[in-house]
């Protein structure tokens, strides 16, 4: 098994990293490594006394770890065959540095095109727990704008950023999510209980895209947002149209909500998942101008 030095520097470790590992490691931290490791090398997946066995570590200790891990949702357990697998929320954590870093990269042509296309200022969002985060921005061409600063933070119930991309999510991730989450009023148009949101999330779900009227602290704002997915069709970010509701008012969304699946649809093509049809688009946009009028 390599050790985790190794495996950070990708090279062997010289006598005095190796000598301030052993000074400083934490055996039971370690032990949760390897499990992870074995995990991962075992895609069919290992019992509690496979693992115990094949890492040579006391079952009692191999059950706490394995507790612990399956309460956070770190791995999963196959109630009729007992086997361990990692569960996606893991591999949601590498995946998501992977696809960070491609996602900026590749998201910027797509963010301008759209930000010419409608001339309102374009936001990539992704999120951390249960805050969403602004990674990247392409400004309005209007003098009357919106500009934040990549980096800052917003609630994921009064957004449509935050929306798009916990409708997308796994359904056992997105309600340990919103078992945690705060809905703290931000406007007169804030959704503020659970149940209310959920059928927000459906609305989401089912017509491929998430609006914000009003909702955050940012009075007489709109927004217009679309998943980002990656290959395997988590939703990594969301693309997010941002303007003044004098200059995107309710009965515009359907038609900015086009454009901005259209481009978020693309970008997602980018990252490895199969690109939505136009009609899936068209359609989608035309249920909620059903439901407008």
Same mark, same amino acid.
């Given at each position: ?5 190794? /495996?950070?520097k990708?090279?062997p470790?010289?006598?005095a ?11 039971s ?7 992870? @490791?074995t ?6 997946g +290992?019992?509690?006394m =496979?693992?115990?066995g094949k890492?040579?570590i006391?079952?009692?200790g191999?059950?706490r770890?394995i507790?612990?891990?399956l309460?956070?949702k ?5 109630e009729?065959?007992?086997k361990?697998t990692? *569960? ?15 996602m900026n990269?590749?998201a ?5 095109s759209?930000?010419?296309?409608t001339?309102e ?7 951390i727990g ?6 990247e921005?392409?400004? *309005?061409?209007?003098e ?6 990549p980096?800052t933070?917003?609630? &994921?119930?009064?957004?449509a950023?935050?929306?798009a ?11 340990n999510? +919103?078992a945690?989450?705060p809905?703290p ?9 659970r149940? =209310?949101?959920? @059928?927000? /999330?459906?609305r989401a779900?089912?017509i ?15 927004c217009?947002?679309?998943?980002v997915l990656?290959?395997?069709g988590y ?13 995107m ?10 454009s ?7 970008? *997602?093509?980018? &990252? ?5 049809t136009?009609l899936?688009?068209?359609k989608?946009a035309?249920?909620?101008?059903t439901?407008?009028?």
């Amino acid at each position: 098994m390599v050790s985790l030095m190794k /495996l950070t520097k990708n090279k062997p470790a010289t006598e005095a990293e190796e000598s301030v590992y052993k000074r400083y490691k934490v055996p039971s931290l370690e032990r949760v490594l390897l499990i992870l @490791e074995t995990l991962a090398a075992t895609p069919h997946g +290992l019992t509690l006394m =496979e693992i115990a066995g094949k890492l040579k570590i006391p079952k009692a200790g191999a059950f706490r770890i394995i507790t612990t891990l399956l309460h956070h949702k770190y791995i999963q357990r196959n109630e009729t065959t007992g086997k361990i697998t990692l *569960s996606r929320k893991i591999l949601a954590l590498g995946n998501s540095t992977i696809c960070q870093y491609n996602m900026n990269e590749e998201a910027l042509p797509f963010m301008r095109s759209l930000r010419d296309e409608t001339g309102e200022t374009v936001q990539l969002n992704t999120h951390i727990g249960c805050e969403g985060v602004v990674l990247e921005q392409v400004p *309005s061409t209007h003098e009357i704008r919106i500009v934040v600063d990549p980096g800052t933070r917003f609630g &994921l119930h009064c957004s449509a950023p935050g929306k798009a991309i916990l409708a997308f999510m796994p359904e056992p991730e997105r309600e340990n999510i +919103l078992a945690q989450m705060p809905f703290p009023r931000r406007s007169p148009t804030t959704i503020t209980n659970r149940k =209310e949101f959920r @059928e927000e /999330l459906a609305r989401a779900r089912e017509i491929g895209f998430a609006v914000d009227r009003a909702e955050g602290i940012v009075v007489g704002l709109h927004c217009v947002s679309a998943p980002v997915l990656d290959q395997s069709g988590y939703p990594v970010g969301a693309l997010t149209i941002t303007a003044p509701s004098v200059r995107m008012p309710v009965k515009d969304f359907p038609k900015v909500a086009i454009s901005v699946m259209n481009h978020a649809s693309q970008l *997602s093509s980018k &990252l490895g998942y199969k690109i939505l049809t136009d009609l899936q688009i068209h359609k989608g946009a035309n249920q909620h101008e059903t439901r407008i009028h």
